[in-house]
């Protein structure tokens, strides 16, 4: 295959860049603006994890089947985008009335339409920008990258906040209303456009029928022989228990606490994610697979303590590590686990092995996971008075031991039972 041309390099970066800056400008921060409609947290969860966690089981049926057997890509793509689009910006509208009473289930259902078309974009678009490629180990990481680039740059809406709050007839930070949910519709559009002037990429062509097996990873399952291999998975899906206290809740806790700009400094796990993607190799090289799963795992940990430890105040620097620690917690031991579980699953089975994991972690451990941590947080609810009103908040030091335990318990259980030699990050 030819060489990649600059003028594809350059329309597949922005693909990525607006792909993920789509969802990025307000999947952080709905948690708060939920919280400020009246929403629980097992409603947040509810409405904003299991639906995502929908998402990710259902989308792969779609690519897998019919997205990449019977259409070009790009297309696909660009009508997903508008679909996307059109849901959010629906869901902006609905997760209140008219007279701003909370409506949890019909938000729920709009915002699962949205998730069950935006969810499949990411395999699409790394789809799209693998056919271009003639050296894929080179050349996507720098292009992918553009995605993480891409949420970033969002993030930073939050330092416009008073003058875009009034936008939507607020006062509020900008987190506390429905205008990031409008942005990224808006957003959603242009990726939709700019799908459409994407370099083809057509369907691909196959010999046999795809079942519905093939998607699930069932051949996969045959993997589960390998006591390592069956730890980590399970280790995998009981990871996301604790880390949905974080991925789902983080934002409405800063928030509470009284820290500003929060989405713009969340943006800091992104950055150290970014690092870290690139210093990979040079640890894999000194840790091996189990001691970087492992120090994935008790990042986690240390991310909760810094929570649980930190304020606003003098000891404001642990939430910043906290939020730092991201490049560590997601690098470590998810992109790990999709590295470990390539070598270990033979070559015929490699797609149905890494849809497998997809779906233990970002489908089943999502569900359960965002479920879990609504029930907890909902068990600490308080009562302030600020400027003589009362207003609702958590016991957030005593929220952040739960998933301090929960982590704990998961990294001995895979330091105990997993002792796999199997080197990965390298030929």
Not at 36 to 44: L, S
Not at 64 to 78: C, H, P, T
Not at 82 to 109: C, H, R
Not at 409 to 419: K, Q
Request: one cysteine or more; glycine letters at 8%.
């Amino acid at each position: 295959m030819p060489a990649m041309s600059a003028n594809v390099r350059i329309r597949l970066s922005i693909m990525m860049f607006l792909q993920y800056a789509f969802n990025g400008v307000w999947i952080i921060p709905l948690g708060f603006y939920l919280h400020k409609q009246g929403y629980t947290a097992f409603e947040i969860g509810y409405a904003a994890g299991t639906t995502i966690a929908l998402g990710c089981i259902i989308s792969p049926f779609f690519v897998g089947m019919i997205a990449d057997r019977f259409f070009s890509a790009q297309k696909v793509l660009g009508v997903l985008n508008i679909l996307a689009a059109l849901f959010l910006y629906v869901a902006s509208q609905t997760a209140v009335d008219s007279q701003g009473v909370k409506q949890p289930n019909v938000f729920f259902w709009v915002l699962l339409a949205h998730n069950l078309c935006y969810m499949p974009t990411w395999a699409l678009t790394n789809s799209i920008a693998l056919y271009q490629m003639s050296n894929p180990g080179k050349q996507f990481p720098s292009i992918r990258v553009m995605g993480t680039i891409g949420w970033i740059v969002v993030s930073g809406v939050t330092l416009f906040s008073k003058k875009l709050s009034p936008l939507v007839g607020s006062t509020e930070t900008i987190e506390a209303t429905r205008l990031p949910m409008i942005l990224g519709s808006g957003i959603g559009v242009i990726a939709a456009v700019f799908a459409f002037f994407l370099p083809s990429t057509p369907p691909k062509p196959t010999d046999h029928k795809i079942s519905f097996g093939d998607v699930l990873g069932v051949r996969a399952l045959a993997l589960f022989k390998d006591r390592n291999f069956a730890v980590f998975a399970i280790s995998s899906f009981l990871i996301l228990f604790p880390a949905m206290f974080y991925w789902q809740f983080c934002n409405l806790f800063l928030n509470e606490i009284g820290m500003e700009f929060v989405q713009f400094k969340q943006s800091v796990g992104q950055m150290a994610e970014a690092v870290f993607l690139f210093l990979m190799p040079f640890f894999f090289a000194r840790f091996g697979v189990k001691k970087m799963l492992l120090i994935g795992m008790l990042a986690w940990v240390g991310r909760f303590l810094c929570f649980q430890l930190g304020d606003v105040g003098s000891m404001v620097f642990l939430l910043y590590a906290g939020l730092a620690l991201h490049g560590v917690c997601f690098d470590f031991f998810f992109v790990t686990g999709q590295l470990y579980t390539d070598k270990k699953a033979p070559k015929e089975v490699q797609a149905s092995a890494q849809g497998l994991i997809s779906l233990i972690t970002f489908g089943l451990g999502w569900l359960f996971g965002s479920v879990l941590a609504g029930r907890v947080i909902d068990n600490y609810v308080v009562e302030n008075v600020v400027d003589g009103a009362v207003v609702k908040g958590h016991n957030w030091p005593v929220v952040w031991l739960y998933p301090v335990i929960m982590a704990v318990i998961v990294a001995i259980f895979f330091l105990v039972f997993f002792d796999d030699k199997t080197v990965v990050g390298r030929d």
